[in-house]
C-alpha cells in the first residue's frame, strides 16, 4: 500500500489517501479512488501538469476551453481554496464533496451563497441578484424585457432581504432558502453515489418554468 500510495502521490498534486478524504467528506474510500482516476483526465485535457486549470474546467463543463460561464467562474474560485489559480486533487476532492447527495444541507445553502456573493462582501448585493437573474435566463434561453427582469429582481430580493437594509446575509439567505429549497436543487448530484469517469456538469442553474416566474414576480 505504501508503494500505491507513494506513486499516486506523484501523479497528482495535492494528492490525499483515500481514507483520509473518505473521513472527511461523504465520499466513500472506493468513491475517492474513482475521483483520482477523474481527477487525472481533468488534470492533463490541455495542461499535462496533474493540475486543474480554469481552461480545463470549462473544457470539462461546456467542451469548449474559451466559454465564459459567470457560475463556473466562481465554482472554480471556490474550488480553488488555496486562492493559486489551480485546484490540486484534494481541494477536487474536498470541494466536489459539498455535492454529494449525504452532504449536510447546511454546507449546501453556505456554498450556494459563497456562489452568489459575486464580489465576495459576505452579503448578496441587489445588483448581484440580477447578474444571477441574467445568467441563469441566458443559460435557459428564456427572452423577457427588461421590466420583467426587475420586477423579478426586486420581488425576490424585497421577499429575501427581511432586515430591509439592502444587502442579503446568510441568515437572510438560509430563511429564503428554506421557503424556496429548490434554490440549491443544484447543489446536490445523486450520481456522486456511484461517481464515473465523466465529468459532472454541476454548473446547470435551476430551470426556469411559468411557475417559478409567477413565484418571483407574483409571490404566490
Not at 36 to 61: C, P, Q, V
Not at 112 to 118: G, I, S, V
Not at 162 to 191: C, H, Q, R
Request: glycine share 4%.
Amino acid at each position: 500500500m505504501g508503494c500505491a500510495s507513494s506513486k499516486r502521490s506523484k501523479q497528482l498534486h495535492g494528492y490525499e489517501d483515500p481514507s483520509v478524504l473518505a473521513a472527511e467528506t461523504p465520499f466513500t474510500v472506493s468513491e475517492v479512488e474513482s475521483l483520482e482516476e477523474l481527477y487525472k483526465k481533468l488534470s492533463n485535457s490541455i495542461i499535462a501538469d496533474g493540475l486543474i486549470h480554469k481552461e480545463e474546467f470549462h473544457l470539462a463543463l461546456f467542451k469548449n476551453r474559451n466559454q465564459r460561464n459567470l457560475f463556473a467562474d466562481r465554482v472554480f474560485d471556490l474550488f480553488d481554496l488555496k486562492h493559486n489559480g489551480v485546484i490540486d486533487f484534494g481541494e477536487f476532492v474536498r470541494s466536489l464533496g459539498i455535492f454529494h447527495p449525504n452532504a449536510p444541507v447546511a454546507d449546501k445553502i453556505a456554498f450556494a451563497f459563497k456562489l452568489y456573493d459575486l464580489r465576495q462582501t459576505g452579503f448578496i448585493e441587489r445588483e448581484e441578484l440580477k447578474e444571477m437573474v441574467l445568467a441563469l435566463l441566458h443559460e435557459s434561453e428564456l427572452v423577457l424585457s427588461e421590466d420583467i427582469v426587475e420586477m423579478i429582481v426586486d420581488k425576490t430580493f424585497s421577499e429575501a432581504d427581511t432586515k430591509g437594509d439592502g444587502k442579503i446575509d446568510l441568515e437572510e439567505w438560509k430563511a429564503f432558502v428554506s421557503k424556496y429549497p429548490s434554490l440549491i436543487k443544484n447543489m446536490t448530484l445523486p450520481y456522486l453515489k456511484d461517481i464515473s469517469i465523466a465529468f459532472p456538469s454541476f454548473v446547470v442553474l435551476p430551470e426556469i418554468d411559468d411557475s417559478d416566474v409567477s413565484v418571483s414576480v407574483n409571490g404566490d
